[in-house]
């Protein structure tokens, strides 16, 4: 099957920790956004090589280029740096660890069967 010439192909998305080689492109980014420029780590997304968002490490909003569609890729930006903290400890506790209940009526001295697996 032939693609009709119109159909570009998907761009491509690089999320990446910012270098000091980004400090220029993170500046104009903050001025066409009119935010302050991020400090400390900061995670950036390129769309084909531009850069169109970037989200601060350390807390912070997150800054984008008014004049393209950035949602999406803030989006991904948040996830990821979601992924490099590893979560936050009770979204890890409540996924990885299971939570044991004392049974109902249970004591200190039943056998084997003084916890459940609770909600």
């Known amino acids: ?3 009709p010439a ?3 192909a998907p761009p491509e998305v690089t999320l990446r920790l910012a270098t ?3 400090a220029g492109r993170l500046r104009t980014l903050a001025q066409l956004d009119s ?3 991020p400090s400390g780590p900061v995670l950036i997304a390129e769309i084909d090589g531009r850069l169109l968002a970037a ?3 350390e807390g912070g909003a997150p800054i984008a280029d008014p004049f393209r569609r950035s949602a999406g890729v803030i989006q991904l930006l948040r996830m990821r740096a ?3 903290d590893g979560g936050s400890r009770s979204s890890r506790r409540s996924v990885l660890v299971p939570r044991w209940r004392r049974r ?3 004591t200190a001295s039943t056998p084997g069967g003084d ?3 609770g909600a």
């Open 1 to 3: 099957m032939v693609m």
């Open 55 to 57: 989200l601060p490490l």
């Open 35 to 37: 935010a302050q420029v």
């Open 6 to 8: 119109s159909v570009d």
């Open 20 to 22: 000091p080689d980004d």
């Open 115 to 117: 916890y459940a697996l």
């Open 104 to 106: 109902p009526g249970a």
């Open 82 to 84: 979601a992924q490099l």
